[in-house]
């Protein structure tokens, strides 16, 4: 069964940095693209950020492009998502998937950014 456990969210002030980690099993992890995504209330899910099978290769949102630094450790079946500067519109619940994605959802990881 695939599954994405995401962790690493909290509470932080605007500029601050959090950084998000995605254990997955029941897939063949280092055959995949992997993608970071988020959803804030109100708001259709999107995608943040996507790291190629091997890492080498990666891609980001004009959003997050140059704040944001998505890396995967296929050892350990984990994707990171370093966030810097952290805005307050980065507020939202934070997913892995691989990409493009599956509909295997986990019950993502909370980020909330305020003073």
């Known amino acids: 069964q695939v599954q994405f456990v995401e962790s690493g969210g909290g509470l932080v002030q605007p500029g601050g940095s959090l950084r998000l980690s995605c254990a997955a099993s029941g897939i063949a992890f280092k055959l995949y693209a992997m993608g970071w995504y988020r959803q804030a209330p109100g708001k259709q899910r999107e995608l943040l950020a996507r790291i190629g099978s091997g890492g080498s290769t990666t891609n980001y949102a004009d959003s997050v492009k140059g704040r944001f630094t998505i890396s995967r450790d296929n050892a350990k079946n984990t994707a990171y998502l370093q966030m810097n500067s952290l805005k307050p519109e980065d507020t939202a619940v934070y997913y892995c998937?691989?990409?493009?994605?599956?509909?295997?959802w986990g019950q993502g990881t909370q980020v909330t950014v305020s003073s």
């Open positions: 998937n691989r990409y493009p994605y599956v509909n295997y």
